[in-house]
Structures are given as C-alpha cells and as structure tokens.
C-alpha cells in the first residue's frame, strides 16, 4: 500500500491525470479546498445541534432554560448550518473542483469564488446565529433575516458567475458541466424566488413550498447528480462519462418535475385542490428522471465496477444515489392524499427532512470529498469504512424509527378520532406522546451513530492516509450506438432549458395559486397590531413554536375535534404564516376554542411538566412573564 | 483547411464539423495542428471508405474509425483476463501473429478470447482464422460491432469489459502504449464515427426495453391519478370528510356530526323511515311519493314549515283515522282527500317519533340538521346511546 501510494505521486494513474497531464488545475483544487473546509465546519456545528435537538426530544429538560438552546430555535439554527452551510457550500466546492476538470480548463477568477465563499459562509452563519438569538422570519428553510439574504444572494451571483465562466470552456458533452450550469442558475433563482417579499398569508406557504421542493431538486439533487456523473467514472479509472441521450432525458426531466412536487406538502391544506393534486402528479412523476439517470450511470459504467478500488467512496456514492430513491418515496407517501391523511404532520416530515439534511445528498458529497481528496487535501483519504458502515447503519435506524413513528401516531389519531376520543388534543395527548417516548431514544441513538461515521469518513478524507484510490486507468465503454446524440445540446441550450423550466414550475405552482390564494374577499380582519395577543404572536414566531405545533386543520377524520376546518382567510394578512410543520404537540389553531384559561395555559408554558407529566415542551422559564402572558393570550384568542 | 473538410465530408458522408473535431483532438495528441492532420487525411482521400478492412498498421484517416474499437477494446482488468485461452490457444500460430503484426501476443490472446466470447466461438478458432487470413485481424472488429457487442452481457457485472470485440489493429496503429493514445481523443472521434454508422431512430430507440416501459408507465400512473381524482377524491374516500358551511366543522358526508353517526337522530330516523312497514312503503325510499304523498324536494316543509315540528310528530303518531280536524299541516291539506288513509305510529317512542321526522325534514326537506333538531325540542330527549 505504501509502495503504491509513492508510486503513484510520481506518477499519476487515475485517468483524468493522465489525459490531463497538460492541465494544472491547482487554483480550482485550492478553491474547492477551502469550499470543502469551511462546508465541514459548518457540518461539524450542524450535526451537534441536531443532535442537541433529537436528545431534547428524549430529555425535554437536557440544556433547558436557555434562551438560545431552546428546542425552538435550535431546528431553524440546525437546519441552516446543514442544509446551507454544509451541503450548499459543500457542492458548491465540488462545482469548482468538477467542472475546471470536466471543462479541461483552471479557473481563471480564484479571487471572485473565494470572496464568493466569504459571503456565503458570513451569511449562513449570521442567519443561524440570527435565529438562535431570536430574529427569525419564520418560515422554514426561509429563517434568515433579510440581511444575510442579500449577503447570500451577492456570494452566490459571484460563485455562479466564476462556475459558468469556466463550464463555457467546456468542449465535450459531458453531463457533469450540464448539470453544473443547471444547478448554480437554479440556485440563484431558487434563492430569489423564496425570499421575495410582499407575499402574505397563505400565498407564502405556499412560496415557502415552492422554495422547498425547487432548493432540494434543482439545487441539491442537481448538484448531487452532478458529483455522481463525475465521482464514479473518476474512481474506476475512466475519462469522464459523455452525456447520452439518456443524460438528455435525465437532465431535462429531472428540471421540469421536482420544482412541480413543491405542493406536495400542502395536501389537505387551504390552497386549491388543483394544486395539490400537481403535486401529487408530479411525485409520481419524479421517479421517472431518477431511474433514467440511474439507467445512464450503470450503462456508462459498463465493464468498469470491478476496477474501482476505493469501495469506500464507491459504497458512500451508491448508497446515497439510493437514497434518492427512499427520498422520492417518502416524498410520495407524504403527497398522495390517502397516506398523507395517516403520516401528515408526523414524524414521518422528520424523516424526509433527516434525509434531506444528512441521508443522500451528505452520502454523495462525502463520497466526492474522498476522490478529490489526493488534489484537495494533499493525499489519499484513510480507509473510511467504519465511517461509511457507523453512517449508514445509524442513518437506517433513524430513518426506519422516525417511519414507524410516524405511522403510529398517524393511526392513533385517526382511530382515536373514530372512537371519540380525540387523541389529538388536550389530555387526549398522552396516547400520542406516550408511546413515542422509546421511539425517540432510537432516534436519537440512530442519529449519534450517524455523526460518528459522518464524522470519521470526512475526517478520513481531510487527513490523508493509505488508501489507495489509484485505479488501473481503463478506456470508456463504447456507449450504445443508438444512445449517442446526434448533436450534444450547446451550454447556451442547456441554459436556456434551465430558466424555461424553473418559469414553468414558478408559473405553475407559485405564481399562478398565489394569485388565486390572495383573493381580497378572502381577507379576514385579524388585525390586531399593538394587542396583547400580536405581542404574543411575535413570541410565537421568535420560540420557533411552528416547528412542533401546527395550526392548519385538515379536513380529514384525524382532525376531528380541533375546530373548523382551516381556509384561506384565517391565514389572511398574516406574516409569517404558521400552518406548522410537524406535530410534536397537538394543534393550536383553535386553542381557544378547548382551554379558554390563559393562567392555565401560562402555568402550562412555564412548567410543562408539572400540569402534564407527559409533555415534551421546553419550560419557557426563560422568557419574562409578559411575554409569556402574551402568548397565552394569543393562542386562547386564536379561536 | 475548409476545402478539404468539404472534400471529406462528401467522400465520407460525416459532417465537417465533425471532422474538425476529431481532427482537432486528434492534433491536440500528436502534437501537430488540425490543418496538418486535415490534409494528412484529405492526402489519401478515399482510404476511410475501405476502413472496414484497414491493415494492422493503415495510414492516418483509419483513425476516423478506429477509436470505435479502441474505446471497446483491450484493457480489462486483470482478473477478467482468464487464463482458458493460453490453454488452448496454438502458441506458435500467436507469436507468428506477433511477428507479424508486431502486437504482444498478450494482447492478441485477450483480443482473440473477447473476440470467441463475442461470437460464440473458442478462442483457438478465432486465433486460426486469423492467422488464415493473415490480414485478418485488423478486418475482423467491423465498425459496428463493438456496439453492439456490450449490450449481451449484464451491464452491472465487473467482467463486462471483457466480452468487448478487442482489436489489436489500434494498439499496432499507434505504435506505442494504445491506451494511452486512446484515452486522449476518444471523445470527439467516436463521435464522428458513430455518426457514420448509426441512423437514430424515434426517442426510445436505444433504450433498454424494460426502461422504456418504465419510461411510458410512469407518466400514464401519474395521468390515471388525475382522470380518477381530478380534484383530489370526493368525500368519504382517503379518510376525507365534508365541511360544515356554516360552523366550518368537519362532519360526516351526509351532513351529519362526525363521531356521533351512530346515535344521532338523523341515522336513527333513516333506519326507522326505511324500516318494514313503515314510511318508505308509501312515501318512497327517497321521499319520493307513492300511494302516500311525496316529501322529496322541500316538498315535507310546505306542509310542515318551519316551527311546525310539533305538528309533523303529532300527524305521524296518530295518523289520518284518528285526526281531530278536517285539514292539517299549514297548507290546510284535506284528510283523507288525494291520499289513501295513513296510519297512526303511536308505537313508537317519542325519541323515534323526533328521529324520522327529523330524517324527513333533513333528508327531503333540506332543512339543516340543527335547525331540525332544535324545532323538533330534541334537547328534551335523549336518545339510547347517546
């Protein structure tokens, strides 16, 4: 192993060196460098809290009483630092070092993507820092004041324009310059899209899910897909794969379906039912550009698996390449209206959101930082497999908990509801809390593991080692003549395909249901500025409440007994809008309309666990007493 | 330069562009300038027509064709090297072939073993007829093979490299380490031989069966949600409920309270309505009327308006025979007149009585079920279960 790892500094064996022997691509593999190690940075800090979080669901004491640990404001903080300052910034690191190479071609603007970098990582962390001490915007994933929105909004309009100036270089059809030019335009719109302002109401739900569903798919997911074009054929030794008409189809399908799978978490919701339905269409639809990229890797891979020597970075791509598979799954089953009417509000969103955040797309860009790391990171990764095995084990067990959870309480509440007894609400929580509680200590084992193998397998990259990634350099497969392109589409085709599609999707499930959504009739009153219970609304928002309390009642037979069915108007007017995510504790929309006592439900915010043994809530002894009188007034007056 | 693309292109039939490209790659590895390589090709004119069967050792415009084989061709690991062939293969007639050629005769065993995998063959015929034919070698890998050859084996096993049609011609071509040469052009000249071969065909072609399948049933899933549910499914289905217009109140799809179905007035009143012997005999399962009169369409609240509850209860306990007057209900209909006698269901409890005059009223009249209950002074009564 030594020998070979010697050897292989003098002389470079995996392909693309040797075709690029004539190429320095030193600035990018600095860039991407820096990329790399401020992403596992903020990794680093991420996983902490979201390990924080998932324990505080175990122990609702652990780490209690203080303001900007609370549970609260912990998961937009959690959220942000993995979502934005690992994944983005980390695939962004990976664009620079993929595309230079896959473009033949150093970047010429070193300067531009650092100072790109600057942005970012001042953004995404002024806005985690921003909604731990208490200034959120509040809607999820969208958390960031409107400062380090522009801050971001600069860093990414530089990094986008360093990618594209190097991606135009590029000569030969290769999938991974496509989607690299896809995602960075798709990220800048996404970016613009979620934070443009003047939507109020439920019209910014459903921006906010807009946002969502285009951020993971034509952001994250492209990105991903871009690595795995790249990371797989590198590590078997062979020249980059070249897009087939199967790239094509992939490419292209992949662009116009996911942003459409947006008001796939709006089902039963107030919007139309139209547009839920186009996200039920379209989470069907999705798993038709996942096989079709599948189909392309596996067949430009041809007579090429058993040359790949690090199966470790291979076993990191795979697997999170399946994952994308479980992702659309999960997307699906919360989509489609039966299912949705069981898993909704469940810990089946902490699924899909564990997923998005530590599940393929971490999986993937892992696997990239290992095959990049002999450029990178000045040598080979350390053998990362009890790196890959603690993750992807742990991930499993996470995973499979949060499922089966989520089914349990979905069918709590729905048989409770049929009988009567209403365990969707009040004292009635105890049949939904109680058997969870074991549940949650799966959950958060799960999630330990994972950190140690996350942890241990980017360590193993950043620090070299022995492994060898040499692969005994092998010529591409003839691909098959009938998949050849006639004529590869030009980067200018691939652009303009990029803005047609994110329109389309924009139109179709942004634009047009918020102008059906912000019908004026529809507006209620509620304006309640200077009251008691706008003060407490503000706490609301600011406790980061919405992520475990919903106030959106569905009309399905799992919300009997919590009041009239929401509609357009009781959202009217208000910013932000706070339907809820996930329902750690039962819904608070008609509050009001159950338990009219404030001094009860202020007794109850300050020591859950006194009235309710049961209770998972934070003790908000932390917030003065006015505040917390406020909030009790709010949600007693939000019948 | 330009004449000479065009010269090719119509010789050869493959765009110029093309062309350009692969002699522009072809440059890059030589070291020379796409001009030179152009005229180098454009010198021998109609050699790429006779690529086919070029020999072991063909002037420049061979490579045009070349890679095709190249890019299938003859590094395999060295696991999938399997040692049957050197068992059987007739030494002499390779290391004859060797001299010849001046290609390892490593190579040619491993050519000569994809080549019998490819064809069905053993490695020994396919290493005779070579020698046969001489020539042959070079001839054997026909542009189109090597395509076609990859799609046999499973594409995910780790020995698909080696069925590949392995031809010695472009290792012998490039004099030095093929692989090398091969690795810095590929792109651009398969390419432009590929053109030459293959004719796409529609938007599928190409595509594995099971994919294309996978490809139309996808979107006709997707299509069939719609045509089923085009605005989502209606009441009753996916746990879904009706909502309350006024009181915005989930409930059940027949407007009635959910999670009390089966204890309120209404239900028991439909069950008592369609029961033996009772109303539906004569006023129709769905009010419609028959020997008694119809009740169907708002028709019951004309008789009966609202405030008159009382009066329907006491017409349905005693029934035409025992009336006290003349007329009933607020319209003063004649007893006895139109309509064959009714007869009197004193049997029936007071609760009974409330509940199938409230179905009536509800069901036929399109009164609301509060406003039913609350005429007809159900807060007075309490039904069994309830």
């Not at chain 1, 095995?389 to 089914?407: E, F, N, R, W």
């Not at chain 1, 709590?412 to 939904?432: K, L, Y």
């Not at chain 2, 493959?14 to 590895?29: D, M, T």
């Not at chain 2, 001046?102 to 050519?111: H, W």
């Amino acid at each position: 192993m030594t020998s070979d790892t010697e050897a292989r500094t003098e002389e470079p064996t995996a392909n693309d060196e040797t075709i690029d022997a004539s190429f320095d691509f030193s600035l990018a593999s600095g860039v991407s460098g820096r990329y790399f190690k401020v992403a596992v940075g903020f990794l680093g800090i991420g996983l902490l809290l979201f390990l924080i979080l998932a324990a505080k669901r175990v122990a609702p004491e652990f780490l209690g009483g203080i303001a900007f640990l609370s549970y609260g404001r912990l998961v937009p903080a959690a959220t942000t630092l993995l979502l934005y300052g690992w994944l983005t910034i980390g695939l962004l690191g990976a664009l620079f070092y993929m595309v230079p190479r896959a473009a033949r071609s150093d970047i010429e603007d070193p300067a531009l993507a650092q100072a790109g970098l600057g942005l970012l990582a001042v953004a995404y962390l002024g806005g985690a820092g921003a909604v731990l001490a208490g200034f959120t915007e509040g809607r999820r994933y969208l958390e960031s004041p409107l400062v380090f929105d522009l801050v971001a909004l600069v860093g990414l309009l530089l990094v986008a324009r360093s990618i594209s100036r190097v991606a135009k270089k590029a000569t030969a059809a290769s999938p991974v310059v496509w989607y690299a030019v896809a995602s960075v335009i798709w990220l800048v719109l996404t970016h613009v899209a979620g934070n443009l302002p003047g939507f109020s109401g439920y019209t910014s739900q459903i921006q906010a899910a807009f946002y969502r569903s285009s951020l993971t798919g034509l952001w994250i997911a492209s990105a991903a897909i871009a690595v795995v074009y790249y990371a797989i054929p590198k590590l078997a030794g062979r020249p980059a794969l070249r897009g087939t008409r199967l790239s094509v189809l992939g490419i292209w399908s992949l662009g116009f379906v996911w942003a459409l799978t947006g008001p796939a978490e709006l089902t039963f919701g107030a919007a139309g039912d139209w547009l839920e339905t186009i996200g039920v269409i379209f989470s069907i639809v999705l798993f038709l550009p996942l096989v079709v990229i599948v189909t392309d890797l596996i067949h430009g891979m041809r007579g090429a698996w058993a040359n790949v020597h690090d199966r470790t970075s291979l076993r990191f791509l795979m697997a999170g390449t399946a994952m994308l598979g479980l992702y659309a799954v999960f997307t699906l089953l919360h989509a489609l209206r039966a299912s949705a009417a069981v898993v909704g509000f469940t810990d089946w969103v902490a699924a899909l959101e564990t997923l998005l955040l530590v599940g393929p797309f971490t999986f993937i860009l892992i696997g990239l930082l290992r095959t990049a790391a002999p450029d990178v990171f000045g040598g080979p990764p350390r053998s990362g497999r009890a790196g890959y095995s603690l993750a992807a084990l742990g991930l499993v067990a996470t995973i499979g908990a949060m499922a089966i959870a989520g089914l349990q309480t979905g069918f709590t509440w729905a048989g409770a509801a049929n009988s009567a007894e209403f365990a969707n609400t009040g004292e009635g929580w105890v049949s939904t809390a109680g058997p969870l509680a074991g549940n949650y200590v799966v959950q958060l084992a799960g999630l330990v593991i994972v950190a140690v193998g996350l942890v241990l397998a980017v360590l193993g990259a950043i620090r070299s080692g022995s492994e060898s990634l040499a692969a005994d350099a092998i010529p591409e497969a003839a691909p098959d003549p009938e998949l050849v392109l006639d004529v590869p589409p030009p980067l200018s085709k691939v652009r303009r395909y990029a803005y047609g599609f994110f329109a389309l999707a924009a139109l179709v499930v942004f634009l047009l249901p918020a102008l059906e959504s912000a019908d004026p009739t529809l507006f209620a009153d509620t304006n309640r500025q200077g009251s008691l219970a706008a003060t407490g609304r503000t706490v609301y928002v600011q406790e980061g409440c919405a992520y475990c309390h919903s106030q959106q009642v569905r009309p399905i037979v799992t919300d009997v007994g919590l009041g009239p069915v929401s509609v357009l108007g009781d959202y009217a007017n208000e910013t932000p809008v706070l339907v809820g995510v996930q329902r750690y504790g039962p819904d608070l929309m008609h509050l009001g309309g159950r338990e009219s006592d404030a001094d009860a439900i202020q007794a109850h915010l300050q020591a859950p666990r006194e009235t309710r043994s049961w209770s998972i809530m934070p003790d908000y002894d932390y917030l003065s007493t006015d505040d917390v009188a406020a909030l009790a007034a709010y949600l007693v007056g939000e019948e | 330069m330009e004449q000479f693309l065009r010269d090719l292109e119509s010789s050869l039939g493959v765009p110029a562009e093309l062309l350009e490209r692969a002699a522009e790659a072809r440059a890059e590895a030589a070291g020379s300038s796409a001009e030179n390589v152009v005229r180098s090709w454009a010198g021998v004119d109609a050699a790429p027509a006779a690529a086919p069967d070029p020999s072991p050792v063909a002037p420049v415009p061979q490579q045009v064709v070349a890679p095709i084989e190249a890019a299938s061709a003859p590094v395999t690991p060295p696991a999938a090297a399997a040692p049957v062939v050197a068992a059987g293969a007739p030494q002499e007639i390779l290391s004859d072939l060797e001299s010849s050629l001046g290609v390892p005769a490593e190579l040619l065993e491993r050519a000569a073993e994809a080549r019998a995998e490819a064809a069905g063959s053993s490695a020994e015929n396919v290493v005779r007829s070579w020698a046969g034919v001489d020539a042959a070698p070079a001839a054997a890998p026909a542009p189109t093979q090597p395509a076609s050859a990859p799609a046999a084996p499973d594409p995910a096993a780790p020995t698909a490299a080696a069925p590949a049609p392995a031809a010695p011609a472009p290792v012998a071509e490039s004099g030095g380490p093929g692989v090398e040469v091969l690795e810095s052009e590929p792109i651009a000249e398969v390419e432009a031989a590929e053109d030459v071969v293959v004719e796409p065909g529609g938007v599928l072609a190409g595509f594995p069966g099971w994919l294309s399948a996978a490809l139309l049933a996808i979107p006709i899933l997707a299509l069939s949600y719609v045509l089923i549910a085009p605005n989502g499914p209606g009441c009753g289905s996916s746990g879904q409920l009706a909502i309350d217009a006024e009181t915005g109140l989930a409930e059940n799809c027949d407007g009635t309270e959910y999670g009390v179905d089966a204890t309120s007035f209404f239900t028991i009143g439909a069950d008592i309505y369609t029961g033996a012997g009772k109303c539906a005999g004569c006023h129709g399962d769905d009010g419609g009327g028959g020997t008694g009169p119809a009740f169907a369409g708002g028709a019951v609240l004309v008789t009966f308006p609202t405030g008159s509850c009382a009066d329907h209860i006491a017409w349905v306990e005693i029934g035409t025979d025992d009336w006290p007057e003349a007329t009933y209900g607020a319209n003063n209909t004649p007893v006895g007149g139109a309509s064959a006698s009714m007869p009197g269901f004193g049997e029936l409890s007071p609760e009974d009585l409330a509940a199938v005059v409230i179905y009536e009223r509800v069901a036929f009249g399109g009164q609301s079920l509060a406003d039913a209950e609350a005429d007809c002074g159900t807060a007075e009564l309490e039904i069994a279960g309830g």
